[in-house]
């Protein structure tokens, strides 16, 4: 069955979103950075790194110690999670530590000389690979229902105007049926995230030993968002989703469809607990004993509270996936 015409411009959204991010002029490659434009938890507080260099600490032990141990920060924007990552270490792991940068843009002037910047995953690691909003960011095809009750992909123009195309079809459409399946109801959309679960297949083949981590905006079955969650972002605000390269543009991940055999879902405030991340109060006591320890406490336990905070932060999906080792999580994660 052939959709309506499309107007002259428009493009499939995966098409249109890949080329509005990553191509010449795109949103990722400005040198601002996307760090001028939306707040994730790295930037939210250095407890964030200092807990990823914690689950670093546990996957080196898992994996006996080894010489060199790989951390991988794919997305890495202007390096902030591997830098923080690394000052957070240990002395003895650091000194061992292999660290990775993966971003498409350039590597950012003055950047720490032990980070290595590349344009793809490093193959054959040995160590922990972490992708911290990576996945929402990878361009997939947005469908909507039409008025027989048909999924058509959507298009979209360079000013963000949509319009209907061809049905959906093939893998994408066994994708739908599988893993977001849509009622015959005018208006519903979907995204399909058939490129994000080959982008992590991928991803995790890179490890050889050790522990791959995404971490991201999330969803599962049975409770997908019915007219998708496609949006945009553009200094600090979100706003329509517009692919002409001036603001990012992202939609949340379907992290069970791309979880493979032995992977685990656990949300953010249960990993970042399990690593020992609590938003507790410091004692009133410790104000009156030592004042300074007690302000430093109480920001520290305020910064633990957003990153791990119900209905914000705390809700993000971790999807982990051990390669060779047992989840360096699973016991803790389980209390």
Known sequence: MSGPRAPEGARPWRVAAEEAL????????????????????????????????????????????????????????????????????????????????????????????????????????????????????VPVEVVEVDAAGVPRLVLVREDGSEVLGEAVGGEEARWLDRWWPLEPEEGLRAEVGLPRDRAWAAAVAGVERGLAVAVDYAHLAGARPPFGTLTGFREGRETSPVPDGSCDITAHVALDACALPGARLLTQREALRALGVTAGRP?????????????????????????????????????????????????????
């Open 22 to 137: 990553y191509g010449p002029a795109g949103f990722y490659l400005r040198p601002d950075g996307p760090s001028a434009h939306f707040r994730t938890s790295v930037h939210a507080s250095p407890l964030f790194a200092a807990a990823v260099a914690r689950l670093l600490c546990r996957v080196d032990e898992a994996v006996g110690g080894p010489g060199e141990l790989a951390f991988v920060d794919l997305g890495a924007g202007h390096g902030e999670l591997v830098l923080g990552v690394l000052d957070a270490l240990p002395a003895e792991v650091s000194s061992r530590t292999r660290a990775y940068a993966v971003e498409l843009a350039a590597r950012p002037s003055g950047l720490d000389h032990r980070i290595e910047w590349l344009a793809e995953p490093p193959k054959g690691i040995t160590g922990l690979l972490f992708a911290n909003e990576w996945l929402d960011n």
């Open 283 to 335: 004692p009133l006591s410790l104000a009156t004993t030592d004042p300074a320890a007690y302000v430093r406490a109480l920001a520290g336990a305020g910064e633990a509270a957003e990153l791990t905070a119900p209905g914000g932060l705390g809700d993000f999906g971790w999807l982990t996936q051990s390669v060779g080792i047992p989840d360096p999580l699973a016991d803790q994660a389980d209390t």
